[in-house]
């Protein structure tokens, strides 16, 4: 893709594409960055390697403004990059550049229980990810049960076959799929109905305030009856306080995830070793 390929199909004019200029910008010098955010056990039980702590992550999008020496949240560049089909070259940068990390780092890639990378469910629409997943997971040699790949539950899923067949495809290499942000659309059990998910992350929104909204705190209830009843590991993200923590694990809720316990932080601070990852 160009500039010209990008403003000619942008009806709107130039001046919108400010953001698709900035990603291919990025793309091209290498400006994106990965950030890692530790997914801690509540209830779930042990490894197969018992003793040992068990700690999962979620791989981050970032891109870095050398102007202003800042990152840039995907927020932000996410929506264009869906828009200007620039996503399904985030993503593939993502999961070539996660991998090719641990696979440099087999110290962190034994330690880590799981890595999760977040697809969008624009990307699922390439026909060829699958080929290229499979080609990444083999030239890198991750195992792909260490690999999860979340994807937001939204109306871009439009075509449920194909997804169905995207998440078939990858679950017999043997990754696993969490459907992120769970219960934030109107089609949140649809999605779980229809789709063959491993896992539900439950919609941080609802989370962030269990210990002082009751509305919240039913709702999240009744969702994790639902994921129990179908089988699913409940994930909770946005878990900022103990309070939040304790009313997730009398739930029940196996995994959490939240400024509580970690702050996202770029990948390259596990140089640090074993230890950070697996520090409580
Ligand atoms: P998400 O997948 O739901 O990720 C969780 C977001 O919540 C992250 O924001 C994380 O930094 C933030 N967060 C974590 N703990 C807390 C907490 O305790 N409280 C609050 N208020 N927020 C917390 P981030 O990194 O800005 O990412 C935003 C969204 O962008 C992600 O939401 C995901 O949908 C998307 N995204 C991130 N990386 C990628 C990527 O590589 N590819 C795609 N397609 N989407 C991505
Ligand atoms: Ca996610
Ligand atoms: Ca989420
Ligand atoms: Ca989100």
Redesign the pocket.
Known sequence: LTYDDITQSNPEGRGKVKWAIRIMDGLKREKFRI?F?KVVPLTAPAGADKGRPLVRI?????LWDSQKSRVI???EF?PSAERYNL?GE??RW?VASVLQYFSAHVDLLDAVDKIS????AV?IRDPQLVNFITKILQETGVPPNKVSF?I?ETEAIINMGSAKQFIDELHRVGVSFAL??FGSGFCSFNYLRELPFDAL?ID?VFI?DIDKNTTHLELVKSIIDVGKQLDKVIVA????NQAIAEILISLGVGWG????FH??APIEELQQGVALLLAS
């Open positions: 950030f955010q979620e791989t981050l999008v970032r949240f995907p927020d996410i996503i985030i993503d993502m990378i977040n697809l969008s990307s979340e937001t992120d942000d992350k941080g962030k993200e946005f878990v900022e995830q939240g400024y509580f702050k996202p």
